[in-house]
């Protein structure tokens, strides 16, 4: 694996999960294959779960770990080629990457959709750039358009969990009032179809995703119905896709906050978010306190799959 930023990186999703299974059994048995090894994890956004399971990941494995914020003592970084710098911008991408490449084996980017061009969040500018530039195996820890490690770690938590073999995973927007990237559920879609489960997305009309990763989904725009029958609801955040209100929030209406009538609708689901949620927007303090809420599992799963994909990497030969 020379990269990891999306679902068809990891190859065989059985294998991928035998493995992240073996891990968590005994997540120190490849304590040494990381000597001498160095990660770097660079973040141009907020994060606490990803900070702290991929650094916890790398640690038993043994690797050795930096961390960058650029936002906090970094020289600030034009991202764009052919600016005259002559603004707030001292350090350029294309000097900082290959830098950064030179100390370290391994690196993890962190870089979200700035929701203001299409375009140029789904060329994945910033994350193409680290990969092109850097010379050295790049993962990403959110990038514009996915979120890989989350959903891996969604994919092991709903085969821990699952009751049938093909359970019904139902992706519900709910409402939020900052503009949210599509990442985590274009993401989420792309792995769970991948995993072959029934997987069904409820919204309401205007934040349809890109087709192009719902594609071997169902859209239901009747909540109700969506829900009927589900085994598992993972409720997310997302602002529109469509133009031309890219970026955009159409509205927040509290209607689509899980609360426990909409989970009574469900074959008693189990409740997923990838955290950080905001309560009574997104879900009831009941429903995300219920036995049925996976949200803290989940997010223990993040070093595992970060684990495993670290692990790869390494297995790979740096
Ligand atoms: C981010 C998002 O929605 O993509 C990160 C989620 C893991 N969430 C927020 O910015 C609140
Ligand atoms: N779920 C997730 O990636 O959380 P952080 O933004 O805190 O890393």
Known sequence: MKKFTDVHDIGDLRVAIAEAMAVKANRFAYDTLGRNKTLL???FNSSLRTRLSTQK???NLGMNVMVLDVNQGAWKLETERGV???GDKPEHLLEAIPVMGCYCDIIGVRSF???HDKAEDYGERVL???IRHSGKPVFSMEAATRHPLQSFADLITIEEYK???????VL????????LPQAVP???VEWMVAAGYDVVVTHPEGYELDPSFTKGAEIVYDRKKAFEGADFIYAKNWSAYADPNYGKVLNTDRAWTVDSEAMGWTDDAYFMHCLPVRRNMIVTDDVIESAQSLVIPEAANREISAQVVLKRFLEEGL
């Open 113 to 115: 959709a700035g929701l």
């Open 186 to 188: 274009n993401s989420f």
């Open 84 to 86: 005259i710098m002559d």
């Open 172 to 179: 519900t927007w709910a409402p939020h009032p900052k503009a």
């Open 163 to 169: 009751k049938k073999k093909r359970p019904k995973v």
């Open 128 to 130: 193409q750039q680290f």
């Open 41 to 43: 994890m660079i973040f």
């Open 57 to 59: 990941a790398a640690m």
